[in-house]
Structures are given as structure tokens and as C-alpha cells.
């Protein structure tokens, strides 16, 4: 079968016993003399691609050769060349992509960060059209389930978004993901990725609010993830006034720095709001003033330089960058 | 810690074929011109690469180059774009621009280029970040860059910045420090760094430096040496490298040494490999390790290599 690509070591006849190939002559790889980087080739994948160049040199547009492109594929499935004469065969023989679906669907599973795979499953999709939507969104799905950072998953997520369609229950999957891993950047980024380009939410401005409530939220049960962070900051992206003066952040912030743990991202964007939201409010005062006396650093009375103080104090890695921002206040000069 | 075993590393390098029936080598083989720049250019940074025959690399180079003008990652392997830009790194490190066709080389990358601005890894259209840098490099070391639309490229690029500072791979897409580099360098071979917020990216990039001094790719993710590369020039190229400890960095990548049979792992005590080995050797380069020479950030080329193509006639 054309898909077989889990063929048991014990049970696999080499190409040359078997009687359906005895009329071809393999082509052995050409390295040139003394290679820059020779390669060592196990003697069944020579093998293979002995006799796949054979096929591929006659352009044998033929079912057995479509089988031994997945019996490459299956031994290295990062080689363009055999995806590319895959597709050409695919084409020729009219093969119904659905089972080439599948075929990709298990090359996947045994490695699924490889480009070609992508690419090619892409490839099908787009031949498929509106009606693989589903299967695709369910695909990366069952990706993303092993592993929820998935490079690869979530840019092909997006492209099926935006060629095939689905956006309904997207901001719902983000939702879900990260309630499973506050931490995981990537469903950040697509949570993103809906609410600015979604075309049945309305875009930023409509999500503005319930966005702010909800990472809010998040910030406050962990307020060590950049992440979060980070998506409040784009949830005010062109709006730098409306975000420096927005007493949602600066209460959170608040909020955090009273734990006294985990404040360095609250401090950093404290540092990013107005100075007359900060300056005059007591409660700031005195919440930094605590700070400064639990890792006893010399006093400022200016508050923006004792964020800094501290900052450089606790994030001793980054020391530079919370030098340069102390440089860049206004009062420094 | 100990000290870089630059001696050991070059051992390493040049004894890959050794490895019999080993995983690397079977995964390799279609992906051997990336391996020859990554190996080649790790010797020319520790002052090696005399001991490799020239004339053997540049013949098997021209053997892999397809009709198109574009090369393939091994001999009788279809073109890619990828493997073209390795080729023509490799071939400047040797001085041999001139061997090639420029024009028929140039031809294939401009036929990449998409109505947006975007670039094509080969005929069959997948597009990525990675692929506009790979083009632009590429034909910036041909001095050809004229012959691509650079302000449609430049604006797909920026397409691709999200609101964290960074890029990623096409318009959307989560930044990534490997996909962030290859911005940053197509925007500093095209003059536009101006177009980056410069602090912004850079805190980013500086958040990406973890407690053991190495570096993630992004948020939550583990340190790995490749990122020492990716991370680093990115941040010399738009002068923030000062913002991370160095020193730490450092120790992080001699931490991946394998000193007794030489080679560079993703991170400590993991097994080496070729294209690890690079990227802490050209990491150390960019942190200005003693006996390294240096590498330009852009090119991803050694800088004297650099200053030919630019400064020779």
C-alpha cells in the first residue's frame, strides 16, 4: 500500500528481492570524491534511494513509484526532492488526496517538526478546499494536544483560519488552551491572532474590554508570565495614551506589588505608565517603600528611580536594561 | 567551565563521516550543503579552514546546482532556496564568487519573489520570513540586490512584527528568535532597521536569557545554544547586545562542550551535533571569546570574509 510506512524491521524484503522492482536498475548517490561532510548511509535507506532516483531520473509516474516515495519519506521524511516527486505522482495518478491525508496524518505522528510534512499536508488542504476546514482544524488540534507550542501546528492553524475558515469557536480553543497552561506564549498569540483579524468578532477595539478583564484575571493568578503581560500591552497597540492612563493597569499593578512576589513585570510596566497616575497616588508610595525596604537599597525620592533601583536589584541578569530605562527617565537628566 | 577546546572541535568537525549508520548521517544526506556551511564556517571562525581542500568543496558545489540556478542540498537534489543561500556562503568563504553564474543564481531567487513582497523557499510556494532573509542575503553577497522589488520585500517583513516587538514567520505568527533574526537581518542588509522598535524588540530579546545565562527561543521554553546565535546577532544589529550577561551566556555555551571528543550540544550533557557546534562557536564569536575571529551578524559570515565581497573592486 502506498501509505505503509510502518513496516516492521523483520518483515521489510529488500527493494532488489522483490519482484515488482527487478526490472529497474538503482543509480547509487553520487557524493563526488572525498565529500566535505560524507555521510554514512544505513543500507536500507541506500537502498531506497538507489532505486528512488532510478524512478525519479525515468520520471516513472508510476503507483509503485508513489509506494517507494512513502518508503522514503518513512526513512527520512525531511528530503524535499521525494515530497516534491510525491506530489508530481499525486497529480499524474489522480490519487484521492484523502488518503494522502492520512498518509500524512501518521508521517506526523512519528515527526511532526520536520518543514516538508507542512508543507505538503498544506498542499492537500488547498487541493481539498473549503470542505478540508474541519479536518485541518481537528488536525492541529490533535497536534497541539501533545505538544501546545507546536511552531508548525499553529502557522498552519492560522493559514486554514484565514484560506478555509473556522473562526467560530477559535477564541473559545484559546480559551481552553490556556486555561490548561496560563504560560504557553503560542495560544497568547493566537488569542491575538482572533481578536485583531477574526472577521466575526469585530476587531480590537470591540474586544478591547472583556480582553482587559480577562488577562487581568490571568496576570493576577500568575504575575510572573510574560505572556500575559505582554497580550495587555498589545491590547492597547496604537493607544499608548489610553494605556498609560488606564486605572485597570495601575490597580493591578498595585495589587501585585502589595504580594510583595513575583513583581518584576508589574514594576516594568509601572515604570511604562504616566507619571501623574503614579507620582501623587500614597498607595504607590508606600507599596514601592516596602519593596525598597525588604532588599534594602538606598532611597530616591523620586519613585520611578527607585523602581529602577530595584529592578536592577532583583533582575541582576538584565542589570543593563534596567540601568538604560533609569537613563531614560526624564527626572535622571 | 573550562576554556573553549577549539583543537578538540575542529577534530569533530572534520571526523562527522567517521560516525557510522549514525542517525545524523541519514538524516542528513539531502541536507548536506546546510551541513557543509555549518561545518566550514564554524573551522574558518577557529582559524581551520586551511586543512579543507578547496578545490573538492567547490567542484562538489557547482555539481549541486540545477538548471534554475538554484542549488540543491546534495548532488541530483531538487533546488531550494535554502540550500542556494548555504552554496553561496560557502563559495565566499573560499573567495569563489566568481565560479558560479551569478546571473542564473540571482535569476532563480528573483523568480521567488511573490506579488507581496513575500519570498517562495522554492516552486512549490510555501512562504516564510525565513526565505525573504535567505533571498535578500543572498543576493546582497551576489550584489545583486537591485534586481528584487527590496521595498515590497522590506514591507512583508513588517507585515510579520507583532506587538511584543518580535516577528514571525508570515503576518500573525508567533515571534520566534529564529524568525526574528532573519527579519532583523533582512532589515539591516536593506537598511530599514529604522523600522523596528529597537527597545521594545530588545527587552524582548533580553527576557529570553534564562537563569543558567542561556538563551530561549521564546517564552517558556528551554535554553538551547542555537539561540545563542539567533538571539545575540539580533541584538548586536540593532545594538542592545549589552542588555544580557554575556558572562553568563559564556559559561552556558562551554557548559555544552563535550571536551573530551569535541562538538557543541543544544544544552549540557545532550549529544552534539554539526549544526550545534556552529551555532556556540558563532556565538562565542559574537561575545568576542579570545582566538575566534569575527563574525558579522548580518551575513552570518565571517567578517574578513564580508569585507571582501564588499571592499574587493
Same mark, same amino acid.
Given at each position: ?82 515530497? @516534491? ?24 505522528? *512519528? ?50 483560519? !484565514? ?18 497552561? &496560563? ?6 498569540? !493566537? ?17 478591547? /474590554? ?83 525596604? !525588604? ?11 527607585? #523602581? ?26 | ?11 569533530? &568537525? ?15 544526506? @539531502?541536507?548536506?550543503? %546546510? ?64 565560479? #558560479? ?49 527590496? /521595498? ?38 536593506? *537598511? ?23 538563551? %530561549?527561543?521564546? =517564552? ?29 551566556? #559564556? ?11 569535541? *562538538? ?29 575571529? =569575527? ?19
Amino acid at each position: 500500500m502506498a501509505g505503509n510506512i510502518e513496516v516492521e524491521e523483520d518483515d521489510r524484503v529488500p527493494l532488489r528481492l522483490r519482484p515488482e522492482w527487478s526490472d529497474v536498475t538503482p543509480i547509487p548517490q553520487d557524493d563526488g570524491p572525498s565529500p566535505v561532510v560524507p555521510i554514512n548511509y544505513s543500507e536500507e535507506f541506500s537502498e531506497v534511494m538507489d532505486y528512488f532516483r532510478a524512478v525519479y531520473f525515468a520520471k516513472e509516474l508510476s503507483s509503485r513509484a508513489l509506494a517507494l516515495t512513502a518508503e522514503a519519506i518513512g526513512l527520512n521524511a525531511g528530503n524535499y526532492t521525494v515530497w @516534491h516527486f510525491r506530489r508530481l505522482l499525486l497529480e499524474s495518478l489522480k490519487v484521492d488526496l484523502h488518503v494522502e491525508r492520512e498518509f500524512v496524518e501518521r508521517v506526523a505522528s *512519528g515527526n511532526s517538526k520536520n518543514y516538508q510534512i507542512w508543507h505538503h499536508r498544506r498542499w492537500v488542504a488547498e487541493k481539498l478546499g473549503p470542505e478540508a476546514r474541519n479536518s485541518e482544524l481537528e488536525f492541529t488540534k490533535k497536534i497541539l494536544s501533545v505538544d501546545a507550542k507546536h511552531y508548525h501546528a499553529w502557522s498552519h492553524r492560522q493559514w486554514v483560519l !484565514q484560506n478555509l475558515g473556522g473562526w467560530e469557536d477559535e477564541l473559545s480553543y484559546c480559551s481552553e488552551l490556556l486555561a490548561e497552561d &496560563i504560560f504557553n506564549n503560542s495560544a497568547w498569540n !493566537q488569542r491575538y491572532f482572533v481578536i485583531t483579524r477574526s472577521p466575526v468578532l469585530g476587531g480590537l477595539k470591540a474586544m478591547r /474590554e472583556s480582553e482587559v478583564l480577562f488577562t487581568v484575571e490571568a496576570i493576577i493568578s500568575y504575575p510572573e508570565n510574560e505572556s500575559s503581560w505582554r497580550y495587555l500591552r498589545g491590547l492597547f497597540k496604537d493607544e499608548s495614551t489610553l494605556y498609560v492612563n488606564d486605572a485597570q493597569v495601575s490597580s493591578l499593578c498595585l495589587k501585585i506589588l502589595k504580594t510583595k512576589s513575583n513583581y518584576l513585570f508589574a514594576l516594568s510596566t509601572l515604570l511604562d505608565l504616566s507619571a501623574s497616575v503614579i507620582q501623587p497616588n500614597e498607595d504607590f508610595r508606600d507599596a514601592i517603600e516596602a519593596l525598597r525596604l !525588604q532588599i534594602l537599597i538606598k532611597q530616591d525620592s523620586d519613585i520611578a528611580i527607585t #523602581i529602577c533601583s530595584i529592578l536592577e536589584q532583583v533582575d541582576p541578569i538584565r542589570v543593563n536594561y534596567w540601568v538604560w530605562r533609569k537613563s531614560r527617565l526624564p527626572q535622571a537628566a | 567551565m573550562g576554556d573553549l577546546a577549539a583543537e578538540k572541535h575542529v577534530r569533530y &568537525i572534520l571526523s562527522v563521516e567517521k560516525k557510522k549508520d549514525s542517525f545524523e548521517s541519514v538524516v542528513m544526506e @539531502h541536507l548536506r550543503m %546546510n551541513g557543509a556551511y555549518w561545518g566550514l564556517t564554524a573551522l574558518d571562525i577557529l582559524g581551520k579552514l586551511h586543512v579543507v581542500d578547496v578545490d573538492e568543496v567547490v567542484s562538489w558545489i557547482i555539481s549541486c546546482q540545477h538548471e534554475s540556478g538554484g542549488f540543491g542540498g546534495n548532488v541530483e537534489h531538487d533546488p531550494h532556496i535554502l540550500y542556494t543561500l548555504s552554496a553561496v556562503q560557502v563559495l565566499a568563504l573560499f573567495n569563489k564568487l566568481d565560479v #558560479i553564474d551569478v546571473d542564473r543564481v540571482t535569476g532563480y531567487i528573483v523568480s521567488l519573489q511573490n506579488e507581496d513582497g513575500s519570498f517562495s523557499g522554492d516552486i512549490w510556494g510555501e512562504v516564510d520570513t525565513r526565505f525573504s532573509y535567505i533571498a535578500i542575503c543572498c543576493l546582497s553577497i551576489l550584489r545583486r540586490l537591485d534586481r528584487i522589488n527590496v /521595498e515590497k520585500a522590506v514591507k512583508y517583513i513588517i507585515s510579520c512584527k507583532n506587538m511584543d516587538g518580535g516577528f514571525g514567520c508570515t503576518p500573525g505568527g508567533e515571534s520566534h528568535a529564529g524568525q526574528i533574526f532573519c527579519c532583523v537581518g533582512a532589515l539591516a542588509i536593506t *537598511g530599514s532597521l529604522d523600522l523596528i522598535d529597537k527597545d521594545l524588540l530588545g527587552w524582548w530579546l533580553c527576557e529570553r536569557q534564562v537563569k543558567s545565562g542561556g538563551l %530561549n527561543g521564546r =517564552p517558556e521554553k528551554d535554553p538551547d545554544v542555537c539561540y545563542s546565535w539567533w538571539v545575540l546577532s539580533s541584538l548586536i544589529m540593532i545594538d542592545r547586545v549589552h542588555w544580557i550577561s554575556k558572562e553568563k551566556l #559564556i559559561k552556558f555555551i562551554l557548559d555544552c562542550q563535550d571536551t573530551e571528543n569535541g *562538538g557543541i550540544s543544544d544544552r549540557p550533557d545532550d549529544a552534539v551535533d554539526v549544526f550545534h557546534t556552529y551555532f556556540g562557536v558563532a556565538g562565542l564569536s559574537l561575545l568576542e571569546y579570545p582566538g575566534l575571529k =569575527p563574525i558579522d551578524p548580518a551575513y552570518a559570515l565571517p567578517v574578513d570574509v564580508v569585507n571582501q565581497i564588499f571592499f574587493s573592486k
